[in-house]
């Protein structure tokens, strides 16, 4: 969510190979002290990794530190399970909170999630099922990837390892639960309990991720600009990756709450930039350090209800534009004038003082709100990180290069050229360094 510094011209990594496999990947499988079982100490480690993951979204770390604080305790223990070892019968659900950073800076979202999650309950009840038996983050964000275990701490539900995205997108008809047409009713929306302890809710059926995403928006325009979901009511055998269920593997990705596990876990212990950039040059997916340099504008417009913005970085020597909605979509190297990431590949922030991973939201914030405010002059590094092969299907790209589409449309003076086709990271890095 900088000074005196500069790198060498190029700051892009010369030849780095694709990795096969990764030493670490092992790691991710199992996480947390043992039993399956995770402390505020692991959500912090967490939330930290889901923030870098998030590609610039995902919600401000700094937010989602202070709701972290407020909804979980020190003693309270929280649950996961792996992908492999889902029970056929136990009732799943997606949660999420949805809405405006600066609504929730004000305290407005909390207990909307909860709320939702509530709701769900209900709704299976009363259709004669079981209660949920497991929750699954929405996806990789900071704030997203926290909202089950508030409801782990609570009600000691566990959480899936993984999610439908593997970083955090706009739209949630962006994810491998729509492209895997898995059954998105009922979608329940809830705002936050009021004084009294009551709250407002909504049980539709819609027709598709759009018309959910559209109502969503709706319903938190009149609740304070925040709203809690809960949708893709499944059951463990829908999801379950075991090697008899193999068939499940591409409608989500699996793993990755303990991939943020472990990067958070090296982000916090270490605080060393160069050191975490090793740390996470030894998992399979392939990262590029794509620049370095001081973050000196952030420029934001609206446009159909999002925030559409333009992070500006410069070492001296080159400038690069990082262009968001929400989430970062497209990095722009105006010296060159060149593409050096695109969506569905992550770009990702570090700030090299200490390893702080943050979002669009932290940067240039209310310090007084935002305790991980991220003031313009920081040093910090863009890091590329390679999309899941699952993301890189045609639906999905169809929708990365849409959103790329309007966001560039916010910045005409930019003439920045709209991208007819998607250029995986490697192969961009390929043509630059060539």
């Not at 136990?90 to 950073?101: E, H, M, R, T, W």
């Not at 400038?319 to 569905?344: D, H, Q, S």
């Amino acid at each position: 969510m900088f000074n005196d510094f500069k790198t060498q011209k190029s700051s892009f990594n010369k030849d780095k190979p694709i990795k096969e496999a990764g030493v670490n990947d092992y790691k991710v499988k199992d996480f947390g002290p043992g039993n399956y079982q995770l402390t505020k100490k692991d959500i912090s480690y967490i939330v930290y990794g889901a923030c870098f993951l998030a590609s610039g979204g995902g919600g401000s770390i700094g937010l989602t530190l202070l709701f972290m604080d407020k909804m979980i305790n020190d003693v309270d223990v929280m649950y996961y399970v792996n992908p492999d070892n889902l029970e056929a019968n136990k009732n799943i659900s997606l949660l999420a909170v949805l809405g405006s950073p600066a609504k929730m800076l004000e305290g407005f979202g909390k207990t909307a999630s909860l709320n939702a999650f509530l709701e769900m309950d209900n709704y299976l009840a009363q259709s004669g099922q079981e209660p949920l038996g497991y929750l699954i983050p929405v996806e990789m964000g900071a704030m997203n990837a926290l909202i089950p275990f508030i409801i782990s701490a609570k009600k000691g539900i566990p959480v899936i390892n993984g999610d439908p995205c593997g970083r955090a997108v706009p739209e949630l008809s962006m994810t491998l639960f729509n492209i895997n047409k898995l059954p998105l009713n009922p979608v329940i929306l809830t705002s936050d309990t009021d004084e009294s302890g009551h709250y407002q809710k909504i049980i539709v059926q819609v027709k598709d991720a759009e018309d959910a995403e559209n109502q969503a928006r709706r319903f938190a325009l009149s609740h304070n600009s925040t709203a809690g979901l809960a949708c893709y009511p499944m059951q463990g055998s829908d999801l379950n990756c075991s090697i008899l269920s193999n068939q499940n593997q591409a409608k989500f990705i699996q793993w990755t709450v303990g991939v943020a596990w472990n990067l958070g876990r090296n982000m916090i212990e270490s605080r060393d930039y160069h050191e975490f950039l090793k740390f996470l040059g030894s998992f399979s997916l392939a990262s590029y350090t794509l620049f370095e340099g001081i973050i000196t504008n952030k420029e934001e417009r609206k446009i159909s209800g999002f925030e559409a913005g333009k992070i500006t970085v410069t070492n001296g020597d080159e400038t690069i534009f990082i262009y968001y909605k929400n989430e970062n979509l497209l990095a722009w190297n105006v010296t060159r004038k060149c593409y050096a990431a695109m969506g569905p590949d992550s770009i990702n922030f570090l700030a090299r003082k200490d390893a702080q991973p943050f979002s669009n939201t932290d940067i240039n914030s209310d310090p007084e709100k935002n305790p991980k405010n991220i003031p313009l002059g920081t040093e910090i590094g863009i890091i590329g990180l390679c999309a899941y092969d699952k993301l890189q299907n045609t639906i999905l790209v169809g929708l990365f290069l849409s959103n790329i589409q309007e966001t560039l449309a916010a910045f005409p003076e930019d003439q920045v050229p709209i991208p007819d086709k998607y250029i995986p990271l490697p192969d961009l890095m390929a043509y630059y360094n060539g």
